[in-house]
């Protein structure tokens, strides 16, 4: 197995450090100094492995402080409604599982091509409800190939979050996403859990998420009620 590039070897160390919550948010990472003097390298080389990290949205550089861990949300907003955010005070938000991960065969209502390998393999499926102030917005159901990762309980969510369980549990970020929108009538399941009447307008948003494991993809279908919470959509990576 070749050996990393040093650059690549801090930018894994400190990247795997923030994952993990070692380096926690709003915490400036160690020194380029210290850095240099742990892998036993020059400045350039340190520089190089934080620009990684820099575009990637895990730091942000502060002038004469040195690089802080920031918010990756800053870095990556996934189509969220507006507010949907635990660090935005105006709203409550609660997210509820709706029906916990559990094996499935893949639902054809996914409009994204599967890879050959994710048609040989069954997928892991659960649902979620999103709340703002007790309302439901958005029924939300996922997909992911049991090929590519185990089963993850809905349990084991970090602070009941599956992307932000990828990053800490298993260093899996998401690095993009294709997206289709489309507009139709709220079926009986939809307008029960989005508490609307059946038939009543909903933005149905498909997206497929590429992560940084080349072998894995999520994908979600969102049932949004945009009458009182618009949707946002921001990415910057």
Request: hydrophobic fraction near 30%; glycine fraction near 4%; charged fraction near 30%.
């Amino acid at each position: 197995m070749e050996k990393l590039k040093k650059y690549k070897q801090i930018y894994e160390f400190v990247k795997k450090k923030i994952q993990s919550g070692t380096y926690p948010e709003d915490h400036y990472i160690p020194s380029e100094n210290e850095l240099c003097s742990k892998f036993s390298t020059t400045r350039t080389t340190v520089r190089k492995a934080l620009e990684e990290l820099l575009k990637e949205g895990f730091i942000e550089k502060e002038q004469g402080k040195g690089s802080k861990v920031i918010r990756r949300s800053k870095s990556i907003g996934l189509l969220t409604v507006r507010g949907f955010s635990g660090s935005t005070p105006d709203y409550e938000v609660l997210t509820k599982i709706t029906k916990e991960p559990k094996i499935s065969k893949w639902d054809p209502v996914i409009i994204f091509p599967l890879s050959e390998e994710e048609k040989k393999s069954d997928s892991i499926y659960f649902q979620r409800v999103r709340y703002i102030n007790n309302k439901p917005i958005v029924l939300e159901n996922n997909w992911y190939s049991q090929h590519a990762l185990e089963l993850i309980k809905s349990e084991d969510f970090v602070d009941g979050s599956f992307f932000k369980t990828l990053s800490q549990n298993h260093y899996i970020e998401i690095i993009g996403s294709e997206q289709e929108l489309r507009s139709i009538a709220a079926t009986k399941e939809v307008a029960k859990n989005l508490d609307t009447p059946v038939g009543d307008p909903i933005l149905q948003i498909s997206i497929r998420f590429k992560t940084s494991r080349s072998d894995l993809f999520l994908y979600s279908i969102l049932y949004c009620n945009t009458s009182e919470y618009p949707i946002r959509n921001s990415y910057f990576l």
